[in-house]
């Protein structure tokens, strides 16, 4: 479950995670990481690729589950600033492009 909630709780663009940190995370030692996500993977709680030379995971999906109010309050955040990037990408789109606007 730590490593479900290592990779839940970063940013989907942002879920390339080395084996040191998830060893640091889950508190296990860095040998049996390739492992632990192996496990996962076969589960299908997680859908990714491991990088043995680099030693990183690339995790693309994490299997839902009941979140708590911090878990949801996170997603909150992370949608509130998805939605202002959005915003700020539209306004600078229009404003550089105002051809491709019909006012």
Known sequence: MSL???VFKRNADNRTIPFGVIAA???????????????????K?????ID???????VTWVQ?????RTQIDGMRQRL???????KKT???VENE??????Q
């Open 4 to 6: 479900i909630e290592a």
């Open 25 to 43: 995370e889950t508190r296990l030692p860095i040998e049996e990481v390739e492992y632990l996500v192996m496990k996962a993977l076969s589960l």
């Open 45 to 49: 709680l997680i859908r990714g690729s």
């Open 52 to 58: 043995q030379v680099g030693e990183v995971v690339a």
């Open 64 to 68: 839902p589950r009941v979140l708590d």
């Open 80 to 86: 509130q600033e998805w939605d202002e990037t959005v």
């Open 90 to 92: 539209a306004l600078f």
């Open 97 to 102: 492009t105002p051809e491709l606007f019909v």
